[in-house]
Structure formats: C-alpha cells, structure tokens
C-alpha cells in the first residue's frame, strides 16, 4: 500500500521513483574492467566490489549473522535479472586488505 491519509481525509500518495541507470551517476557498464574493484552503493549501503565481466556481476563478501560471506549482484543498469538488488559502481579505488577477494572466491562466486 502506498497511499496515506493526512488530517482532513485528504489522500497523500507516496511515490517511489524506480532508480534506473540513466538517473544515476554511476560508471556505466561498458567502461567496468575485469578483476577490478569498484567503490559504489547497493540501495544505501555503501560497499566495495569486485567486476566479474564474464559473469556481468559484482562480487563482494559481507559478515552476516557472524560469517563471512561471498555474494554477487548485477549492474544497475542490467535489467533483465529480475528483482534483485543492483549494485551503482561510482569510483574505481585502490582496494584496501578488508575489501580483496582472492582469484579463487572471485571466480567461484554466485
């Protein structure tokens, strides 16, 4: 439901704009190099992921409920993967010891 009601009973509509690669500044897709990492945002997370070119995903590892974990998620501007959460590269940094992924992971994950 996205409609609220203000005092009065006047109707106020919430509207959520869907994010599209054209509305973001993100690097765009075909500029992304394989094996290199990328500073950007999921929704409004910030993180730091890895290009996988072949498999035009993002890999990237996160601690969830205290294990470390790989995960992958595709380019904002993919739009044939369904629902799932993309991920907006917006700067190409120097990776620090916490963000790298070894060769193995990188190529093994999802």
């Known amino acids: 439901m ?12 919430l509207d959520t704009p869907a994010v599209s690669a ?5 690097l765009a897709l075909e500029t ?10 999921i929704g409004v997370t910030s993180m730091v992921a890895r290009w ?16 470390y974990q790989l995960k ?11 629902t799932e959460d993309r991920f ?4 190409r940094p120097e990776p620090k ?3 790298r992924i070894s060769d193995y992971a990188f190529e093994t994950a999802g």
């Open 22 to 26: 054209s509305t973001t500044n993100g």
């Open 97 to 99: 010891d916490a963000h």
């Open 72 to 82: 992958s998620l595709a380019h904002i501007a993919d739009s044939g993967r369904g």
């Open 2 to 13: 996205n409609q609220f009601a203000l005092r009065g009973g006047q109707p106020f509509t």
């Open 32 to 41: 992304l190099e394989h094996g290199a990492y990328y500073a950007g945002k």
């Open 52 to 67: 996988h070119a072949k498999k035009r995903r993002f890999v990237f590892g996160e601690f969830s409920l205290g294990q």
């Open 88 to 91: 907006i590269p917006l700067a």
